[in-house]
């Protein structure tokens, strides 16, 4: 069963810039009703008022997801909610010994505990309601390790962890919650500056409009995964391989290049 967006409150996290702004204009589109939390008060007022300017109801509050305190207030202000996109995140990008502990701690307070404090301040009006979706951004990185991305990576496998669990919660309490996880290759906004990807036939670096609308779509359509490019899908059957030859393929596509030049976000 698919999940219907006309009239549907739509919470983003991190929905002041990159796909989630740009999810927030699609679920817009549609006829939802979009909360934007950003960390930004200014980028999130900005996509808030892009959005009423399309003639869609729209707010916006400033929120950093990892205070959970902040978290619990701010839920309270908000009111219920149809669909959580948990979609803020951040990325370090630098060798294990080059990171520092406050990049390490940060990734997993934003990437992963966040997922905890938001969705259980949401999750329960969802199964009382009987209806609701909680989507999960993962990531390529989620499936496969990548150099330079043991938190980030790590972090995102966990998500994608957290929301098979969920998934089976609900499945098992028979309520009609259901849970989306995205899988994206790298995608072109900004917070993967410099990334280099190898055969851009079979790994295209993702165009944000195009990934934004997908994910809106596999919300409609009630589907559990996404994973972009499908090309992606293929790595649970190479795990199957010695992983000598697994490491040696991921070379292949050079997945372990691909954060050569990366130089991220300019404010870090
Ligand atoms: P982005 O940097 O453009 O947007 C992230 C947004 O999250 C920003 O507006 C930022 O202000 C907000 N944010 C950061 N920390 C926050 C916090 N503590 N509280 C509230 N908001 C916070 O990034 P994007 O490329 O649109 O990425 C969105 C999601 O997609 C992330 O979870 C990212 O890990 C994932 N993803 C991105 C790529 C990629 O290549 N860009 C690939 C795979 C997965």
Same mark, same amino acid.
């Given at each position: 069963m698919g999940h219907r967006l006309?009239?549907q409150?739509?919470?983003?996290?991190?929905?002041?810039?990159?796909?989630?702004? =740009?999810?927030?204009?699609? #679920?817009? %589109?549609? +006829?939802?009703? /979009?909360? *934007?939390?950003?960390?930004?008060?200014?980028? @999130?007022?900005?996509?808030?008022?892009?959005?009423?300017?399309?003639?869609?109801?729209?707010?916006?509050?400033?929120?950093?997801?990892?205070?959970?305190?902040?978290?619990?207030?701010?839920?309270?202000?908000?009111?219920?909610?149809?669909v959580?996109?948990?979609?803020?995140?951040?990325?370090?990008?630098?060798?294990?010994?080059?990171?520092?502990?406050?990049?390490?701690?940060?990734?997993?307070?934003?990437?992963?505990?966040?997922?905890?404090?938001?969705?259980?301040?949401? =999750?329960?009006?969802?199964? #009382?309601? %009987?209806r +609701?979706t909680? /989507?999960? *951004?993962?990531?390529?990185?989620?499936?496969? @390790?990548?150099?330079?991305?043991?938190?980030?990576?790590?972090?995102?496998?966990?998500?994608?962890?957290?929301?098979?669990?969920?998934?089976?919660?609900?499945?098992?309490?028979?309520?009609?919650?259901r849970?989306l996880?995205?899988?994206?290759?790298?995608?072109?906004?900004?917070?993967?500056?410099?990334?280099?990807?190898?055969?851009?036939?079979?790994?295209?670096?993702?165009?944000?409009?195009?990934?934004?609308?997908?994910?809106i779509r596999a919300i409609e359509r009630g589907q559990s995964?996404?994973?972009?490019?499908?090309?992606?899908?293929?790595?649970?059957?190479?795990?199957?391989?010695?992983?000598?030859?697994?490491?040696?393929?991921?070379?292949?596509?050079?997945?372990?290049?691909?954060?050569?030049?990366?130089?991220?976000?300019?404010?870090?």
């Amino acid at each position: 069963m698919g999940h219907r967006l006309r009239g549907q409150t739509v919470l983003i996290t991190g929905g002041g810039s990159g796909i989630g702004r =740009l999810m927030a204009l699609e #679920a817009a %589109k549609r +006829g939802a009703r /979009v909360v *934007i939390w950003d960390l930004s008060e200014e980028a @999130g007022a900005a996509v808030r008022d892009e959005v009423r300017g399309r003639g869609a109801r729209a707010e916006s509050f400033a929120v950093d997801v990892s205070d959970r305190e902040a978290v619990a207030r701010v839920a309270l202000e908000t009111g219920d909610v149809d669909v959580l996109i948990n979609n803020a995140g951040v990325v370090t990008g630098k060798r294990l010994l080059d990171a520092s502990d406050a990049d390490i701690e940060r990734t997993y307070r934003v990437n992963l505990l966040a997922l905890y404090w938001v969705t259980r301040a949401f =999750l329960g009006g969802m199964i #009382a309601r %009987k209806r +609701g979706t909680v /989507v999960t *951004i993962s990531s390529a990185a989620g499936l496969v @390790g990548v150099a330079k991305q043991t938190d980030y990576s790590a972090s995102k496998f966990a998500v994608f962890g957290f929301t098979e669990s969920l998934r089976q919660e609900l499945r098992k309490e028979r309520t009609r919650v259901r849970t989306l996880t995205v899988c994206p290759y790298y995608i072109d906004t900004g917070m993967f500056e410099g990334v280099h990807t190898r055969f851009p036939r079979l790994l295209p670096i993702l165009d944000p409009d195009d990934t934004a609308e997908r994910i809106i779509r596999a919300i409609e359509r009630g589907q559990s995964q996404l994973v972009l490019p499908a090309f992606v899908r293929v790595v649970p059957i190479v795990r199957m391989l010695p992983t000598p030859v697994f490491d040696r393929m991921m070379d292949f596509f050079g997945i372990n290049n691909t954060m050569d030049a990366f130089t991220g976000r300019r404010e870090k």
